[in-house]
T-cell receptor, first 117, second 111 residues
Framework: ETGVTQSPTHLIKTRGQQVTLRCSSQ?????VSWYQQALGQGPQFIFQ???????GRGNFPPRFSGLQFPNYSSELNVNALELDDSALYLC????????????????FGPGTRLTVL | QKEVEQDPGPLSVPEGAIVSLNCTYS??????FMWYRQYSRKGPELLMY????GNKEDGRFTAQVDKSSKYISLFIRDSQPSDSATYLC???????????FGAGTRLFVKA
C-alpha cells in the first residue's frame, strides 16, 4: 500500500449540500492531485496543488475547490452537490522538484466514495 | 474522440493464459506511460511506469510503448485468479502532472 491516506472512507450527502474530503500525502511528497472516478470509468483529473497553490485544473466547475496546507495535506471541497457528483474521489501525491517536474509517478490513496441522494 | 481509448472488456481467460491489454492515444505529447491495477472499490495501484518508448519487464508483467503508433500494451504471463481486476492505462505529458486515464479493462482469470 502507498502512504497516501484519505478520509472519510464513505460519505452520503443530499443534493445541494457541501462536502469536504481530506488527503494526507505520502512522506516526502509535496504535490497533491485530486481525481474523480465515476462507476465504470477511469479517473478524471480535477486539479493539482503544489506549494499550497492550484497548479492546473481539469474540466470541472468552480464549485470544486481545494486547499493545500503547509504539511502538504490537502482538502477537496464540493459545493451545491449534484447527483452526478456521486463517485470515488481519489487523491494522489508526488514529489515535484524545483524544476517544476518529476521523473517519478504519483501514488494513489484508497479513495473516498461519495454518494449524493 | 477521447485522448485515450481502452476497450472496457470484460476479458475472461483461463488460469495460466497470457493476457494482452492495450490502449491507443491521440496526443503525441505524452511522454510518461503507466499501468494501474484496481480492485473493486479500491484505489488504483501502480503496476508499471515507462518513460518514452520501449519495453519494461517486472516479474510476470511486461509493458510496451510504441510512440510511432501511439499504442501501449501490458502483457501478463501465467495469469492467476488474483490478477482479476480492472486494469487502467494512464499517460501524461509531464511527470506527475494531469494524468489522463483510459476507461479501464475488466479482467477475469478463471481457476
Amino acid at each position: 500500500e502507498t502512504g497516501v491516506t484519505q478520509s472519510p472512507t464513505h460519505l452520503i450527502k443530499t443534493r445541494g449540500q457541501q462536502v469536504t474530503l481530506r488527503c494526507s500525502s505520502q512522506s516526502g511528497h509535496n504535490t497533491v492531485s485530486w481525481y474523480q472516478q465515476a462507476l465504470g470509468q477511469g479517473p478524471q483529473f480535477i486539479f493539482q496543488y503544489y506549494r499550497e497553490e492550484e497548479n492546473g485544473r481539469g474540466n470541472f466547475p468552480p464549485r470544486f475547490s481545494g486547499l493545500q496546507f503547509p504539511n502538504y495535506s490537502s482538502e477537496l471541497n464540493v459545493n451545491a452537490l449534484e447527483l452526478d457528483d456521486s463517485a470515488l474521489y481519489l487523491c494522489a501525491s508526488i514529489r515535484i522538484g524545483t524544476s517544476g517536474a518529476s521523473t517519478d509517478t504519483q501514488y494513489f490513496g484508497p479513495g473516498t466514495r461519495l454518494t449524493v441522494l | 474522440q477521447k485522448e485515450v481509448e481502452q476497450d472496457p472488456g470484460p476479458l475472461s481467460v483461463p488460469e495460466g493464459a497470457i493476457v494482452s491489454l492495450n490502449c491507443t492515444y491521440s496526443n503525441s505529447a505524452f511522454q510518461y506511460f503507466m499501468w494501474y491495477r484496481q480492485y473493486s472499490r479500491k484505489g488504483p495501484e501502480l503496476l508499471m511506469y515507462t518513460y518514452s518508448s520501449g519495453n519494461k519487464e517486472d516479474g510476470r508483467f511486461t509493458a510496451q510503448v510504441d510512440k510511432s503508433s501511439k499504442y501501449i500494451s501490458l502483457f501478463i504471463r501465467d495469469s492467476q485468479p488474483s490478477d482479476s481486476a480492472t486494469y487502467l492505462c494512464a499517460m501524461s505529458k509531464t511527470g506527475g502532472f494531469k494524468t489522463i486515464f483510459g476507461a479501464g479493462t475488466r479482467l477475469f482469470v478463471k481457476a
